[in-house]
């Protein structure tokens, strides 16, 4: 679906969405599997996999969408501080 244009234009703001959404997304795995702290790694590795896919199907089966790089890199980097936010709220519940 093509989005309105209300003539603001930032560049590269949607790489800040990707980042956003994958952090959610893979904090809230994290959290959901927060009794199994060895499932992390995994969970981490399977979130960068499936922002990989995506890019590569957007860019196989649509004929307006591209694959980019960059989103990969956004989406990877949310994933990533997810993973940090969750280390350390882990680290502080268990000082506690």
């Known amino acids: 679906m093509k989005m309105p244009n209300n003539g603001i234009e930032i560049k590269h703001i949607d790489k800040g969405y990707h980042s956003i959404a994958y952090f959610v997304l893979t904090l809230s795995w994290l959290l959901s599997f927060y009794k199994k702290p060895n499932k992390k790694y995994l969970i981490v590795i ?11 199907l957007q860019d196989t ?3 307006y969408r591209t694959a980019d790089y960059f989103d990969v890199l ?10 940090v936010i969750f280390n350390i709220f882990l680290r502080k519940k268990t000082i506690n």
């Open 74 to 83: 956004a989406n990877s980097v949310g994933v990533l501080f997810a993973l």
């Open 46 to 56: 399977l979130c960068i996999i499936l922002g990989i896919i995506i890019e590569v």
């Open 61 to 63: 089966i649509t004929v």
